[in-house]
């Protein structure tokens, strides 16, 4: 993929909706794309998270083993999504498995060099924050709704 | 007989039971059954998508249940019931060939008409979906008249998908988009864990003219209201179903009254801009 | 009319088969109930009305109508607390069920306040409307015969100006009466509202009313306008309800309420029932009973996991915000007619105009 490429993924991203098009194309020239088939683990919980992922195709499940019960799925992050922000609040380490449930092909961009721009550049740290910010508190929201179990028994 | 008369004979008639038989039972979940009933003599019976009966088990009591088939089948009255109380399990003990109580059809129903011509969005989870399903089979037989059709639904685990099989059938059309999730799964779960709303705004619907059925838990209808307002679905366009105690079912008791809406006839199906006073409010 | 001609009326409408119901003294309340004649009716008693008070005590006049409203409403006849429905019993495949043949006796109402001929109208509003009817309350309604009195004094806790249902009676009635007592005189200035009631007014002996007598009625019911023991602004009383009901007062009233739904049973617009399937023993016979019921209980609200309503809070601000608010996005009108009878029999003495009061000053979200 070329670098018109992937900006023309991250224009149509709705993560980086409205991002000024100089850090869309500062983006696209360190963006590669990744693909995974089905089944095949895209991270797993504990190692370093040094990724940053946004989902273009297929679905990836986030998991969670527990001893006592074995594997257990706590959401489904679709296209579009962005997988993930362990990888930029320290220990920057991932906190769930996750799996391509289906052939997943990303946008993937190193959090190294990702993190060193956010810190460097507000601007752009701050368009990036406020983001993420949005992505987890729909996160938080929906889980809450998960947890209280609105269908009962 | 005088006008007068003559609705007074009807009313009457609404209050007594006709009894019916069950002709089938099937078992959809592990306290969820559908009943099929037909009647016991001759009878006319038709319903709109969206409306319910009294259902009467002698000598036990009575419970309001919606219609869950298809509106086209005039022969046969299909429910489908959790359940959960002294009534509900009752009803869930009798046997083909053994008789039940029947009052109705009772309420409103799923707003058609406004829809002509445009996108139609259901949001459903849990048991939510047995009231929508004969709005499903309303949608499919008058296809051309409405635009993009979602289908989007949410249940606890697999082992509560309600109408799986049909679901299914249902996803399979080229004409009809249809998601599915679970709140929680176990591995091997292929499908989509998260909450319903997390669907909406994947959904394939124009927010300006859509027009959305919502039915389920409280809860999950409050946050589906919620994101599609986030989307751009503005208050008319929602239609929502609420559920409150019933008794009467032809509005003379005053219990099924949510606000100023007696939900069995100015309900249970309603448009959020009339409840926005009270949905959501607590103890209402 | 004279006062001893009033024995007339009786005897007509008796003749005509009517079922005469009217006020009569009984364990230290004015109810309605059977009366046979004046001697029945609470002569020379009056009522002393407060919140969570009600007291008989004698007038110094042999008043006929000399007192305010009691316990009962006239509801109780047309609205019965009481009745069955269906019985069904057990076949050998399954069960039939027949309806109750309902054949009510015709009514004559002696003593019909104005409040209580628009409490009746509300009722009417709410059973009588189109595309259901209630077969029960239509039965009675139509066949009521309304002797209305224009009341001589308000009770202590009455507001029916404040709701604009009184005091002076002005539809619903076939006859209406205003007695007048003056010293060794004591008479009724009677007007005819309908066919029926002239047909009956014209085989009493009566003398046309002069000028005087006509001022005097007049005199009576401007003194019971002006007598008024409460008063509600209805100002925009639906909006000032639908948004507040956040509003911290219902706390105050929720640490007073009893839940004991008394309100509910005197209200005369309160409409509320619940039917009751029963068997008997052998499990062979089943009935359905319809009784009147109040919101103001825990099983009210009951849906499948648990009630809608369980604090006390939530059920007093559901009766009022009913009576004074959704009801006129119900029906077109308030459900109040401003009796006092919920004020006056509340064993806490809530009352509904104080309540009001504290909302509207308390309002914290004024807004266009």
């Given at each position: 993929?070329?670098?018109?490429?992937?900006?023309?993924?991250?224009?149509?991203?709705?993560?980086?909706?409205?991002?000024?098009?100089?850090?869309?194309?500062?983006?696209?020239?360190?963006?590669?794309?990744?693909r995974?088939?089905?089944?095949?683990?895209?991270?797993?919980?504990?190692?370093?998270?040094?990724?940053?992922?946004?989902?273009?195709?297929?679905?990836?499940?986030?998991?969670?083993?527990?001893?006592?019960?074995?594997?257990?799925?706590?959401?489904?992050?679709?296209?579009?999504?962005?997988?993930?922000?362990?990888?930029?609040?320290?220990?920057?380490?991932?906190?769930?498995?996750?799996?391509?449930?289906?052939?997943?092909?990303?946008?993937?961009?190193?959090?190294?060099?990702?993190?060193?721009?956010?810190?460097?550049?507000?601007?752009?740290?701050y368009?990036?924050?406020?983001?993420?910010?949005?992505?987890?508190?729909?996160?938080?929201?929906?889980?809450?709704l998960?947890?209280?179990?609105?269908?009962g028994? | 007989?005088?006008?007068?008369?003559?609705?007074?004979?009807?009313?009457?008639?609404?209050?007594?039971?006709?009894?019916?038989?069950?002709?089938?039972?099937?078992?959809?979940?592990?306290?969820?059954?559908?009943?099929v009933?037909?009647?016991?003599?001759?009878?006319?019976?038709?319903?709109?998508?969206?409306?319910?009966?009294?259902?009467?088990?002698?000598?036990?009591?009575?419970?309001?249940?919606?219609?869950?088939?298809?509106?086209?089948?005039?022969?046969?009255?299909?429910?489908?019931?959790?359940?959960?109380?002294?009534?509900?399990?009752?009803?869930?003990?009798?046997?083909?060939?053994?008789?039940?109580?029947?009052?109705?059809?009772?309420?409103?129903?799923?707003?058609?008409?406004?829809?002509?011509?445009?996108?139609?969005?259901?949001?459903?989870?849990?048991?939510?979906?047995?009231?929508?399903?004969?709005?499903?089979?309303?949608?499919?037989?008058?296809?051309?008249?409405?635009?993009?059709?979602?289908?989007?639904y949410?249940?606890?685990?697999?082992?509560?998908?309600?109408?799986?099989?049909?679901?299914?059938?249902?996803?399979?059309?080229?004409?009809?988009?249809?998601?599915?999730?679970?709140?929680?799964?176990?591995?091997?779960?292929?499908?989509?864990?998260?909450?319903?709303?997390?669907?909406?705004?994947?959904?394939?619907?124009?927010?300006?003219?859509?027009?959305?059925?919502?039915?389920?838990p409280?809860?999950?209808?409050?946050?589906?209201?919620?994101?599609l307002?986030?989307?751009?679905?503005?208050?008319?366009?929602i239609?929502?179903?609420?559920?409150?105690?019933?008794?009467c079912?032809?509005?003379?008791?005053?219990?099924?009254?949510?606000?100023?809406?007696f939900?069995?006839?100015?309900?249970?199906?309603?448009?959020?801009?009339?409840?926005?006073?009270?949905?959501?409010?607590?103890?209402? | 009319?004279?006062?001893?001609?009033?024995?007339?009326?009786?005897?007509?409408?008796?003749?005509?088969?009517?079922?005469?119901?009217?006020?009569?003294?009984?364990?230290?309340?004015?109810?309605?109930?059977?009366?046979?004649?004046?001697?029945?009716?609470?002569?020379?008693?009056?009522?002393?009305?407060?919140?969570?008070?009600?007291?008989?005590?004698?007038?110094?006049?042999?008043?006929?109508?000399?007192?305010?409203?009691?316990?009962?409403?006239?509801?109780?006849?047309?609205?019965?607390?009481?009745?069955?429905?269906?019985?069904?019993?057990?076949?050998?495949?399954?069960?039939?069920?027949?309806?109750?043949?309902?054949?009510?006796?015709?009514?004559?109402?002696?003593?019909?306040?104005?409040?209580?001929?628009?409490?009746?109208?509300?009722?009417?509003?709410?059973?009588?409307?189109e595309?259901?009817?209630?077969?029960?309350?239509?039965?009675?309604?139509?066949?009521?015969?309304?002797?209305?009195?224009?009341?001589?004094?308000?009770?202590?806790?009455?507001?029916?100006?404040?709701?604009?249902?009184?005091?002076?009676?002005?539809?619903?009635?076939?006859?209406?009466?205003?007695?007048?007592?003056?010293?060794?005189?004591h008479?009724?200035?009677?007007?005819?509202?309908?066919e029926?009631?002239?047909?009956?007014?014209?085989?009493?002996?009566?003398?046309?009313?002069?000028?005087?007598?006509?001022?005097?009625?007049?005199?009576?019911?401007?003194?019971?306008?002006?007598?008024?023991?409460?008063?509600?602004?209805?100002?925009?009383?639906?909006?000032?309800?639908?948004?507040?009901?956040?509003?911290?007062?219902?706390?105050?009233?929720?640490?007073?309420?009893?839940?004991?739904?008394?309100?509910?049973?005197?209200?005369?617009?309160?409409?509320?029932?619940?039917?009751?399937?029963?068997?008997?023993?052998?499990?062979?016979?089943?009935?359905?009973?319809?009784?009147?019921?109040?919101?103001?209980?825990?099983?009210?609200?009951?849906?499948?996991?648990?009630?809608?309503?369980?604090?006390?809070?939530s059920?007093?601000?559901?009766?009022?915000?009913?009576?004074?608010?959704?009801?006129?996005?119900?029906?077109?009108?308030?459900?109040?007619v401003?009796?006092?009878?919920?004020?006056?029999?509340?064993?806490?003495?809530?009352?509904?105009?104080?309540?009001?009061?504290?909302?509207?000053?308390?309002?914290?979200?004024?807004?266009?």
């Amino acid at each position: 993929m070329t670098t018109e490429d992937f900006k023309l993924a991250l224009i149509e991203s709705p993560f980086f909706r409205g991002m000024q098009p100089r850090h869309i194309h500062e983006l696209a020239t360190q963006a590669i794309s990744e693909r995974f088939p089905a089944g095949e683990f895209i991270f797993r919980e504990g190692e370093d998270a040094q990724k940053f992922y946004l989902i273009r195709e297929g679905r990836v499940t986030l998991e969670v083993l527990a001893p006592d019960r074995g594997v257990s799925i706590v959401q489904t992050i679709s296209s579009g999504d962005v997988l993930g922000w362990s990888w930029l609040f320290p220990p920057h380490r991932w906190h769930f498995d996750a799996r391509a449930v289906e052939p997943v092909q990303t946008l993937t961009v190193d959090a190294h060099w990702l993190r060193g721009w956010i810190e460097a550049d507000h601007d752009f740290g701050y368009e990036m924050m406020k983001r993420i910010a949005h992505v987890m508190v729909s996160r938080l929201q929906a889980t809450r709704l998960q947890l209280t179990d609105v269908y009962g028994a | 007989m005088s006008l007068e008369e003559h609705a007074m004979s009807a009313t009457a008639d609404l209050m007594t039971p006709r009894v019916f038989r069950v002709r089938r039972k099937i078992r959809e979940l592990r306290d969820v059954f559908t009943l099929v009933l037909e009647p016991s003599g001759p009878t006319e019976f038709s319903f709109a998508a969206g409306q319910f009966n009294m259902l009467y088990v002698f000598g036990v009591g009575e419970v309001p249940i919606s219609l869950s088939g298809d509106p086209g089948q005039t022969q046969i009255l299909v429910h489908t019931i959790r359940s959960v109380g002294a009534v509900t399990r009752a009803i869930n003990k009798l046997k083909r060939g053994d008789a039940v109580g029947v009052r109705g059809p009772f309420g409103s129903q799923w707003p058609f008409e406004k829809a002509f011509g445009r996108d139609v969005i259901i949001v459903t989870g849990g048991l939510g979906i047995a009231p929508l399903r004969p709005a499903v089979h309303q949608l499919l037989a008058q296809r051309e008249s409405f635009g993009k059709v979602s289908l989007l639904y949410g249940a606890r685990t697999p082992n509560d998908i309600l109408f799986q099989k049909e679901i299914e059938r249902w996803r399979g059309r080229l004409d009809l988009e249809v998601e599915a999730t679970v709140d929680s799964a176990p591995p091997g779960w292929r499908g989509n864990v998260g909450v319903v709303t997390t669907l909406i705004p994947r959904a394939q619907f124009d927010p300006a003219t859509v027009i959305a059925f919502v039915c389920g838990p409280e809860v999950m209808m409050r946050f589906s209201v919620l994101e599609l307002e986030k989307c751009g679905v503005s208050k008319e366009r929602i239609f929502i179903s609420m559920e409150r105690n019933m008794k009467c079912a032809i509005g003379f008791c005053g219990h099924c009254q949510f606000g100023a809406a007696f939900l069995c006839k100015d309900g249970p199906i309603i448009a959020l801009d009339r409840v926005q006073t009270w949905f959501g409010k607590r103890e209402i | 009319m004279e006062r001893d001609q009033l024995q007339q009326l009786f005897r007509l409408l008796a003749g005509n088969g009517y079922r005469v119901v009217g006020p009569t003294v009984r364990d230290g309340a004015i109810v309605y109930d059977d009366v046979a004649s004046i001697e029945d009716l609470p002569s020379g008693w009056t009522d002393e009305q407060d919140g969570g008070i009600y007291r008989l005590t004698r007038r110094k006049d042999e008043a006929l109508f000399g007192y305010a409203v009691g316990p009962h409403s006239w509801k109780k006849f047309l609205h019965p607390p009481v009745i069955r429905l269906w019985r069904a019993q057990r076949e050998d495949n399954g069960f039939q069920v027949n309806q109750e043949t309902d054949e009510p006796p015709k009514f004559a109402f002696i003593g019909v306040r104005s409040c209580e001929l628009h409490a009746i109208a509300v009722q009417d509003k709410v059973f009588l409307t189109e595309p259901h009817v209630d077969p029960i309350y239509q039965a009675r309604r139509q066949n009521v015969f309304i002797v209305a009195v224009n009341c001589g004094q308000s009770g202590g806790t009455c507001f029916c100006v404040s709701m604009n249902t009184g005091p002076k009676v002005t539809f619903g009635f076939d006859l209406a009466l205003t007695e007048v007592v003056e010293g060794e005189r004591h008479y009724f200035v009677v007007e005819a509202g309908t066919e029926k009631g002239e047909e009956i007014l014209g085989q009493i002996e009566t003398a046309e009313a002069d000028a005087e007598a006509r001022l005097k009625a007049e005199q009576v019911v401007a003194q019971t306008a002006a007598q008024m023991g409460r008063q509600l602004d209805t100002t925009d009383i639906k909006e000032l309800l639908y948004r507040n009901y956040d509003n911290s007062r219902w706390d105050d009233v929720a640490r007073r309420c009893l839940t004991c739904a008394n309100c509910t049973m005197v209200c005369p617009t309160c409409f509320c029932t619940t039917v009751e399937d029963v068997t008997d023993l052998t499990g062979e016979h089943a009935e359905r009973w319809r009784k009147w019921d109040s919101c103001f209980t825990l099983d009210f609200s009951y849906i499948h996991g648990g009630s809608v309503r369980t604090s006390p809070r939530s059920r007093y601000r559901q009766w009022m915000t009913h009576k004074l608010a959704t009801w006129i996005d119900q029906f077109g009108t308030s459900g109040c007619v401003g009796c006092g009878r919920c004020i006056t029999w509340c064993p806490v003495a809530i009352d509904i105009t104080e309540e009001a009061r504290a909302i509207r000053e308390t309002d914290t979200k004024k807004g266009s």
